[in-house]
């Protein structure tokens, strides 16, 4: 069964400093990741994904199968950084379904 | 930019009442979802519609839950008799076309049962 971790409820960091968030999964077969963030008081949206290998905000993510992971990380996080993120695997399902798996989510609080 | 809507933004209602949480996904979206999210707990698929039929479903979606689609914008969610453990907040979200895997996600609606 298709799995994605977040061993972090709260992560805490000063201004400008980096920022890691991690995402571990588990899936048989050829995964696509997803990063989303959520804002306060905002929807849920796309921050990158795994095939596009792009930054956005700051921010990349590689996968990597060997430690089957996919952390996210910024060289110098910003106080509007902070936000709920949460790591999802997409799974074709059959019918084109690509349903989501999502972690419980990290919430990223950055600190003035 | 076009965005999914989700109406209403809070629901309160008595338990074995039945809700219907709505959903306009993006125009020319073809596939259309619902997740929740009990508080504290990570977002869970609920059920994926495609075609005008459910492609997908978790073992959340038992009998109590059937979704519609009664025209061409309304995505609907209905349960049938709500429990107090459906209280949660219910997500829609749309992808456009085999090839385009994100998906978008509306504001949600919170239930609350009672």
């Known amino acids: 069964a298709q799995r994605v971790t977040q061993p972090e409820k709260l992560l805490s960091v000063f201004k400008g400093a980096p920022v890691e968030l991690k995402c571990n999964y588990s899936y048989s077969g050829s995964p696509e990741l997803f990063w989303y963030v959520q804002y306060s008081r905002q929807r849920l949206q796309l921050l990158l994904r795994?095939?596009s290998r792009e930054s956005i905000k700051g921010f990349t993510a590689d996968l990597n199968k060997g430690e089957t992971s996919f952390h996210l990380k910024k060289p110098f996080a910003q106080e509007e950084d902070s936000a709920m993120y949460y790591c999802a695997l997409t799974q074709y399902s059959g019918a084109g379904s690509y349903q989501l798996t999502f972690g419980k989510g990290t919430k990223l609080s950055v600190i003035p | 930019e076009p965005e999914v809507t989700q109406t209403p933004s809070h629901q309160v209602t008595q338990m074995g009442q039945e809700v219907i949480l709505r959903c306009v996904p993006i125009?020319?979206?073809?596939?259309f979802y619902w997740y929740r999210q009990i508080l504290g707990q990570k977002v869970e698929f609920l059920v994926s519609f495609y075609n005008n039929e459910i492609s997908e479903k978790s073992e959340i979606f038992d009998d109590q839950f059937s979704v519609e689609r009664p025209d061409g914008s309304n995505f609907t969610l209905k349960i049938r008799s709500t429990k107090l453990e459906d209280s949660a907040m219910y997500f829609c979200a749309s992808r456009g076309r085999d090839g385009q895997e994100t998906q978008y996600f509306g504001p949600g609606t919170r239930l609350l049962v009672l």
């Open positions: 795994h095939i």
């Open positions: 125009s020319n979206h073809l596939y």
